[in-house]
């Protein structure tokens, strides 16, 4: 019964020429297809516990008294996944000066997005004394809003890896895929501020 | 090998290395889908063996009234490491292991997708099982003596807040899951995209073992609800350390809300532990009754739809604590509606062994007792979804019965008739026929002792979690009996570690495919090679070895 002897040579073919029939998939997409949808998950249940408790803070600052729509830093991080698009078929089309520039405005524009939250929770925190200690307004706020810009950060960060890679030029147009997969987890980031914008700066005030 | 072990402490730089350090080093560092495979199961298995013991100590304490082998808190602390163990550190690796080494193999490919994140989710494994675990001694911090979590598996807050668990025993339950729960998730990633981008040539999605079609479910599942538990955990960690109110009932935090994202993980993450387990008696009942499982398309669709129907039926759990006419008939619904798909499953493996040749080995037997208890199982959860019923058995030893019909009843029989499967494919030695009947009445006997008898008390009022009962509710000779049960359940599995190590030490050769099977893990070599294949095959069936044994009347004339 051993079939690994029995298997007629037509059956076996080298493993380079033999594509799956999954092939068309790229693995990289599908893994980071599947990172997105479990980090939306996560961020569904602070979303849910923020609208949840909306109201519900036993003393102030409500949220209407305190948060501004950040205008500034939400131009700012939209626009950053138009510049990482750009940057990414730069890269692709082995144009590494443009790259490693698209790169760069994203990173600035991110960059500014963090700016500008710290800023934001510089004056929530000394201006109207909001901790996360202090209702349970600020312990959603900032757990949210927080976890959004931990993940800003991290996108940032590998970001950054990639334009060191095009600047010292280890990084072309071979890698433009990988780059790209990394510019989903971008525009991931940016949705879910699009969602944050509407639960905490539209519906909650 | 022993002899180099005790006296060279050379480095792995140097040329000389003792062939013991290789091989650590070896396993250590590998990234190979195979060996991960075998180290996820084989830690699963030593965790097995300590949350077994933890069990026989709990129903040594219950097996007289007013027994004082335990103190009440030693008791809160074994069945908290108990339940924790065996969800997190027993179930989810052995189930992950199981995916790990077959997919791959029964897909046609050499390795999973991403082999390094593979490995990564391993070591997070097992250091988030090691975390839990250090709390007995380090729960206390620099004071001394550590405490282990008593908190319960489902840890409610607020009673696992600050204010109602001191001390940082509850802070290792929390961080202990939360990094083992990012192996699960990194290992739920490697399985999907293994799973659609890794199949060899002619592996459509209507030809994957149901098997990977089961794992496939399972790691959708885990990336739907795992994340959940992790936010959870991080509202607590936040709550107890930086001062949040998540669940703080003072500041207006509500009391349920821990529940309902609890459960809403914890319900789906019954059926990814038990969907493997359907899984495993997929791919072994056809090959024991000699014939195609019956209903294909069916079990496919009836995993997914089992899949979907988990996501809404979660408060169930919840029935006690008063959510109000509403949600109480849509969950008792949704929970019965689970039945329907999970029946079609049943009726299925039945039909697949009707008219069969059945062959009653070792897999095979572990299989029909779990077609039998499982369906106990439903049978006892269709009752405890009828939400009037449940309040009078809720936290009662009935749903403690009930649960463990569905965990050790349905998926721990499986596992075990997947090992004896399997265990010739990985180690390409057979494992003693013997002892595993010997095993398996033992543990069917053992567990009905114990399990059967448990829905008595849970009947007449006995809650769970107690540590003592009295003399006079009639539950003496209830909970001795099932005390009973557990030595048998213990000599079972001493007879399976027994079998482990004669097939190691007077090794009977299993040769490449040793039960006639047809997918394609048993194409290749036994233990297989590490490059899994040496040409990816090319299949035309369901079946691509049935295909090759029988070129004179292939499957693939028939699909």
Redesign the interface.
């Known amino acids: 019964?051993?079939?690994?002897e029995?298997?007629?040579p037509e059956?076996?073919?080298?493993?380079s020429v033999?594509?799956?029939?999954?092939?068309s998939?790229?693995?990289g997409r599908?893994?980071m297809a599947?990172?997105i949808?479990?980090?939306s998950?996560?961020?569904?249940?602070?979303v849910v516990?923020y609208l949840?408790?909306l109201g519900?803070?036993?003393t102030g600052p409500q949220p209407s008294d305190v948060l501004e729509f950040p205008l500034l830093a939400t131009v700012c991080l939209l626009s950053s996944s138009l510049t990482v698009v750009w940057a990414v078929k730069a890269l692709a089309a082995g144009q590494s000066f443009r790259a490693g520039l698209g790169l760069l405005l994203t990173i600035m524009l991110g960059g500014c997005f963090i700016g500008a939250t710290a800023a934001e929770w510089s004056g929530l925190i000394y201006g109207h004394g909001l901790t996360?200690?202090t209702?349970?307004f600020?312990?959603?706020f900032y757990?949210l809003v927080g976890f959004h810009a931990a993940h800003v950060i991290l996108g940032l960060s590998m970001l950054c890896l990639v334009l060191v890679g095009v600047v010292m030029g280890r990084l072309g147009s071979e890698y433009s895929e990988r780059v790209e997969i990394l510019s989903w987890y971008w525009h991931f980031v940016d949705a879910v501020w699009i969602v944050v914008l509407t639960t905490v700066y539209i519906v909650g005030v | 090998m022993s002899a180099s072990a005790g006296t060279s402490n050379s480095g792995l730089g140097s040329g000389a290395a003792p062939a013991w350090t290789r091989v650590l080093h070896d396993w250590v560092t590998t990234v190979d889908h195979k060996k991960l495979g075998v180290l996820y199961i084989g830690c699963g298995l030593l965790f097995f063996v300590v949350g077994g013991l933890e069990a026989v100590l709990m129903r040594a304490q219950l097996a007289m009234p007013a027994n004082d082998l335990l103190e009440p808190q030693e008791f809160n602390r074994l069945f908290t490491m108990h339940g924790t163990t065996m969800v997190f550190l027993v179930g989810m690796p052995i189930i992950t292991g199981f995916g790990n080494y077959l997919i791959p193999l029964m897909i046609g490919a050499r390795d999973m997708a991403f082999p390094r994140l593979n490995a990564w989710g391993f070591w997070m494994f097992l250091f988030g099982g090691l975390v839990l675990y250090m709390s007995y001694f380090a729960s206390m911090g620099l004071y001394g003596a550590g405490t282990a979590p008593d908190v319960g598996w489902f840890a409610y807050a607020p009673l696992s807040g600050r204010a109602f668990s001191r001390g940082n025993a509850t802070d290792y339950w929390v961080l202990g899951i939360l990094i083992s729960g990012f192996g699960s998730i990194s290992g739920a990633i490697n399985m999907v995209a293994t799973t659609l981008t890794m199949r060899c040539r002619g592996m459509i999605m209507g030809r994957l073992p149901l098997f990977v079609w089961m794992m496939l479910v399972v790691s959708l599942l885990i990336l739907l609800v795992l994340p959940v538990l992790t936010a959870a955990q991080v509202m607590l960690l936040f709550d107890r350390f930086l001062g949040a109110h998540f669940f703080d009932t003072q500041a207006g935090g509500d009391a349920v809300l821990w529940q309902h994202f609890f459960w809403f993980f914890g319900h789906p993450e019954v059926y990814i532990l038990v969907i493997p387990g359907f899984a495993y008696a997929s791919e072994i009942i056809p090959v024991f009754s000699r014939k195609v499982i019956f209903g294909y398309a069916f079990m496919v669709a009836a995993t997914v739809a089992i899949g979907l129907v988990a996501m809404g039926v979660w408060a169930h759990h919840m029935f006690t604590v008063g959510m109000g006419r509403g949600l109480n008939i849509w969950f008792a619904v949704m929970t019965m509606i689970v039945g329907i798909p999970t029946g079609i499953k049943l009726f299925n493996w039945i039909a697949t062994m009707y008219g069969g040749k059945i062959r009653l080995q070792a897999p095979m037997l572990f299989c029909i007792g779990f077609l039998a208890q499982f369906l106990v199982a439903g049978l006892s959860g269709i009752l405890l979804a009828g939400a009037p019923l449940n309040w009078q058995l809720s936290d009662s030893y009935f749903v403690v019965a009930h649960f463990h019909f569905v965990l050790i009843g349905g998926l721990l029989f499986t596992i075990f008739a997947a090992l004896y499967y399997w265990f010739p494919k990985v180690t390409g030695r057979m494992l003693s026929e013997k002892l595993a009947r010997w095993h398996f009445w033992l543990f069917l006997i053992g567990f009905h002792l114990t399990f059967t008898t448990m829905h008595i008390p849970g009947l007449l009022g006995m809650p769970r979690r107690v540590y003592t009962y009295p003399a006079d509710r009639g539950w003496e000779i209830w909970n001795f009996i099932s005390s009973v049960g557990v030595i048998f359940q213990v000599l079972g599995v001493v007879f399976f570690l027994v079998a482990v190590g004669l097939a190691f030490w007077r090794p009977k050769r299993a040769g490449p495919d040793p039960w006639d099977a047809w997918t394609l893990e048993w194409s290749t070599s036994s233990p297989p090679p590490a490059y899994n294949f040496l040409e990816l095959p090319e299949v035309r069936s369901r079946r691509p070895l049935w295909d090759l044994k029988h070129p004179n009347d292939p499957d693939w004339e028939h699909e």
């Not at chain 1, 019964?1 to 690994?4: D, F, K, V």
């Not at chain 1, 033999?18 to 092939?23: K, Q, R, S, W, Y």
Request: with cysteine.
């Open positions: 019964m051993s079939a690994a029995n298997m007629p059956m076996m073919e080298p493993a033999m594509p799956g029939e999954g092939a998939w790229d693995r599908v893994g599947c990172l949808f479990g980090e998950t996560f961020f569904s249940v602070f516990a949840f408790y519900k803070s036993a996360i200690e209702n349970l600020g312990t959603t757990s």
